[in-house]
DNA sequence: GAGATAGTCAATGGTTCTTGACCAATAAAG
DNA sequence: CTTTATTGGTCAAGAACCATTGACTATCTC
């Protein structure tokens, strides 16, 4: 059984590549968490592109549309319809540029913070369940290097 | 500035979370994973439905259609045009189920397997470059806490 | 004024997934 | 050994989502 034994190969390789476990473990998290938050009322229909979008509206004077499409990745046209439905539900307001009549300022309003806190916290509540059967000890160690790496892949662009 | 303060406030929330923090990471990496094998010649277009599915092929005798699709989540139609796309490439073959003559066996070949591994090869490139810059002893650690997470994941659901 | 920039509108394309109708083979039951 | 229900898979049509290009208006900058 030549062919079974290289696939076992391959698997020990995978197991053995820390990208591979982090992105296994990525995935299964960020499912884990998109089901927590759109398992309550309040937030209709929360979408990846919701979930990336909001991030980038730190500026409280608000971030306007093209900024938005460059931080993305993508074209304005792109981006219009998900702050259409940031703004329908009342996450965002759009307001008028006061230094530039052509422009709009994105912001994010204090139902949209109160969206990220509660995404955010439900995540916790996944990261105390985690705790509980990993070992406090264990978490705490492996939150401190997570935070490290994340700059370090940040930096490695 | 009361408004900036709840946005720090959610930020450190953030930063605190092991759950925030290991997504941000697992994306990145993906990233870098993706760009990587596609940036080589060989695999004209690695998606990402084709590296969801080929981890359900670890069965030598092959995979029902009908059961990849359980494994997935997705209907059976789904999963249709991406073994199709597999298959034409030439890392699965279709073949005929001994004992069922309906159904059809999907079986991973030769050329798949070695894509899987040069995907993963890439990963492992990637590993090296963050180990360079997180230190050897924090990677290894950071490898072994993670591998016993994605467990706890697993079991988790 | 000339040219760049912010944003919108319209049309369109690709990917992924769905429902519904269908065929062929199997399994269960009389 | 038929009848009936179930199961594996395909075909066809289409919806949802995400993104694109192209054309246009309004404003700003020089």
Redesign the interface.
């Known amino acids: 059984?030549k062919?079974?034994d290289?696939?076992e190969?391959?698997?020990r390789?995978?197991?053995?590549?820390?990208?591979?476990?982090?992105?296994?473990?990525?995935?299964?998290?960020?499912e884990?968490?998109m089901r927590a938050v759109n398992s309550e009322a309040g937030w209709p229909m929360m979408r990846e592109v919701h979930a990336r979008l909001l991030p980038y509206l730190?500026n409280?004077e608000g971030v306007r549309i093209t900024e938005l499409a460059r931080s993305l990745g993508v074209t304005k046209q792109a981006v219009q319809p998900v702050i259409a439905e940031l703004a329908e539900f009342g996450a965002v307001r759009i307001e008028p540029d006061p230094d530039d009549a052509r422009a709009r300022r994105v912001v994010?309003t204090?139902k949209g913070?109160a969206a990220?806190?509660h995404g955010?916290?439900k995540?916790?509540e996944?990261?105390r369940?985690?705790?509980r059967?990993?070992g406090a000890e264990?978490?705490r160690?492996?939150?401190g290097?997570?935070?490290?790496?994340?700059e370090?892949?940040?930096?490695?662009d």
């Not at 820390?18 to 473990?25: A, M, N, P």
């Not at 290097?145 to 994340?150: A, D, H, V």
């Open positions: 059984m062919k079974k290289a696939l190969d391959v698997k390789l995978q197991a053995s590549s820390l990208g591979y476990v982090l992105i296994r473990c990525g995935q299964l998290f960020n884990l968490g730190e409280p994010l204090e913070l990220m806190r955010t916290t995540l916790v996944i990261d369940r985690v705790a059967r990993l264990e978490t160690e492996l939150h290097l997570m935070t490290r790496l994340l370090v892949l940040k930096a490695l």
